[in-house]
């Protein structure tokens, strides 16, 4: 235990703590019962939770006891933003979004063994607090001047929209929070992203003036890429980590485009990789050009997050996905790829419809718009260029039959190695 807070520096997570020195005095005499809180304001946790996620499966490998909190209750809320006021969620979605939240924490936390996680809902404990009980046991150790100080609050008040009393009172509940697992189960730890850290302090004052007791604080740093644009985010929106949300394979993707740059640190925060093995990829991604062309460091990272959120099969079948698509890969490996599998990782590539039974190769090439005419299709079927389902196709009268289709009723037409459509009957 009395190397948990070095390796985690060395990881890059952390950021801000209330007192480094008494919490490293603290995890190396005993037990330390910490938390971090999770509230259900999407209907999934992102790439952002994943850093919070990875935190306390460190912490509790080194033996100390994780409390995972899905706020049921702040999650009907939402901590105050930047941008303005939030669009408060019905009951009803709030309660289906923390039963999604509790399955997805759970793959992460050993709630078994010797060392068991625990997981609790803030709403056990908010809701059947009166509003006279809130305002006196919790409300008079809060001082307004404190609350109004804070960076998102002050923001808000300058603006033209100002802040409702509903999300000017989150800090309270989230406060209320830590005090409550310190009298439930001795929580004396919670842990945050840097952003959080307002909210933190909240409940570490809260516990020390209601029950005179010193608790800590730990933030992660914001993680961001080293050419100062935003992490984490696509096309499509945030890093989810629902694969109804974000599939495996557009997940392994996210990871496997990581830039040189960015793909050491990432495997620090991101994987439970050992430290030998991480610096002895910086190493090769620094000085061997094969290395970097492979993408051998960027593949591993892929790999160790895909497997920590979606799991060892899911992650075989990306890999064997991307191998049949795009490494060279034969029309036996295609047809071993499942319908859902398949689909995912031809999500963003060309499509374009045809007659099975009467569309050849060269009508199929201009289908999908990887060729802008018949001629040009032709003379790419005659030079070699064209592939159906991995096979080259040579004969420019060459039909798509039936037994060619693929799991989902596709097939796959490619000129040249890496310009890919899809084709449906």
């Known amino acids: 235990?009395?190397?948990?807070?070095d390796e985690l520096r060395w990881?890059?997570?952390?950021?801000?703590s209330t007192d480094l020195s008494a919490l490293a005095e603290a995890l190396s005499t005993g037990p330390v019962t910490y938390y971090a809180g999770f509230d259900p304001t999407g209907p999934s946790l992102h790439h952002g939770h994943l850093v919070q996620l990875m935190l306390l499966r460190h912490l509790q490998n080194a033996g100390h006891r994780a409390i995972a909190l899905v706020g049921g209750a702040t999650g009907m809320i939402g901590d105050p933003r930047m941008s303005g006021e939030r669009t408060l969620n019905t009951k009803e979605v709030v309660a289906e979004w923390t039963e999604r939240l509790h399955a997805q924490i759970s793959r992460f936390l050993d709630f078994e063994g010797e060392n068991p996680a625990q997981m609790v809902n803030n709403l056990d404990w908010t809701a059947p607090l009166s509003a006279i009980d809130f305002l006196r046991d919790v409300g008079k150790h809060y001082r307004l001047g404190t609350m109004l100080a804070k960076d998102t609050v002050a923001r808000r008040l300058n603006s033209d929209e100002g802040i409702s009393?509903?999300?000017f009172s989150y800090?309270?509940?989230?406060?209320m929070d830590f005090l409550e697992l310190h009298r439930r189960y001795g929580c004396t730890l919670q842990t945050g992203g840097n952003d959080q850290w307002g909210n933190l302090l909240s409940g570490v004052d809260l516990v020390h003036k209601a029950d005179g007791v010193s608790v800590h604080a730990l933030t992660t740093p914001l993680i961001t890429k080293s050419d100062g644009t935003k992490f984490g985010k696509t096309e499509g929106g945030a890093?989810?980590?629902a694969p109804d949300l974000m599939s495996p394979y557009a997940f392994f993707q996210f990871w496997l485009n990581t830039a040189d740059a960015d793909v050491v640190d990432y495997l620090k925060v991101f994987t439970f990789l050992d430290r030998d093995t991480i610096i002895e990829l910086a190493e090769q991604v620094e000085s061997d050009p094969a290395v970097r062309k492979a993408r051998t460091a960027q593949r591993t990272l892929a790999r160790e997050v895909t497997t920590v959120v979606h799991g060892a099969e899911a992650t075989e079948r990306v890999e064997a996905a991307s191998a049949a698509l795009f490494g060279g890969g034969d029309a036996d490996a295609l047809r071993h790829l499942d319908a859902g599998t398949l689909a995912d990782a031809v999500a963003e590539v060309p499509r374009g419809q045809?007659?099975?039974?009467?569309?050849?190769?060269v009508d199929a090439l201009v289908a999908a718009g990887l060729e802008k005419g018949r001629n040009a299709a032709r003379r790419v079927v005659g030079d070699g260029g064209a592939y159906l389902n991995n096979e080259k196709v040579t004969d420019t009268d060459r039909?798509?039959?039936?037994?060619?289709?693929?799991?989902?009723?596709?097939?796959?037409?490619?000129?040249?190695r890496r310009s890919l459509a899809v084709v449906t009957g």
């Open 1 to 5: 235990m009395n190397d948990i807070l």
């Open 11 to 16: 990881r890059g997570l952390i950021a801000q």
């Open 165 to 167: 009393f509903t999300e």
């Open 171 to 175: 800090q309270i509940l989230q406060g």
């Open 239 to 241: 890093v989810w980590l």
């Open 354 to 361: 045809i007659t099975i039974g009467e569309t050849t190769i």
């Open 399 to 416: 039909v798509i039959g039936d037994d060619d289709l693929l799991a989902g009723d596709v097939a796959l037409v490619r000129r040249g």
